[in-house]
């Protein structure tokens, strides 16, 4: 037997190795501990639907309307000790002739984990992005809006998930400019 053999060096190298190894695998555990959570634990959504139609105008070749809406969720169920933020977000859902499906992003909001109120309760939401269409296609559509979230977990796999269909609300735009 060699004395290089438990030099120190040596020595710290097995230990810092092994400290990591320790570390990973707790970081996996909290990952997986709470992983069907996520499925579960939805937020409440009380109430998201249109308040007021601002205008609907030609923009540039593409149809641009501008709106407001009421949104009243309860997001504290979608917490746990390993997430630590919430991005929400409010989606306008639409068909058109050339594309069937369209996601456009109106509004969002990040919620962290420090936060005390993770209720959202907000009344005639003036959207922070304009609902556009790549063409003009939008005059006589209808509309569902949904809310969505994304959970950042602190260690783990990310995670997104959506208000049920069932409970969408839905309107239909003007067929004529406003």
Not at 93 to 103: F, I
């Amino acid at each position: 037997m060699s004395a290089s053999m438990h030099t120190v060096w040596v020595r710290l190298n097995a230990v810092v190795f092994f400290g990591l190894s320790v570390l990973i695998s707790l970081s996996c555990l909290a990952a997986v501990s709470k992983l069907g959570h996520s499925l579960s634990h939805k937020p409440i959504v009380h109430k998201l639907k249109l308040n007021k139609m601002r205008s609907l105008k030609s923009h540039g070749g593409v149809d641009r309307a501008l709106l407001s809406f009421d949104i009243h969720a309860d997001m504290e169920p979608t917490f746990h000790w390993n997430i630590k933020q919430i991005f929400v977000y409010v989606v306008a859902l639409y068909k058109t002739e050339t594309n069937p499906k369209n996601h456009v992003v109106l509004w969002d909001k990040i919620i962290e984990a420090t936060d005390a109120d993770k209720v959202i309760q907000k009344d005639n939401v003036f959207v922070k992005y304009a609902l556009v269409d790549q063409s003009d296609g939008l005059r006589g559509e209808e509309i569902e809006l949904q809310l969505m979230w994304d959970h950042m977990p602190i260690t783990g796999l990310l995670y997104m998930g959506e208000q049920d269909e069932s409970s969408l609300s839905k309107f239909t735009l003007p067929i004529d400019y406003q």
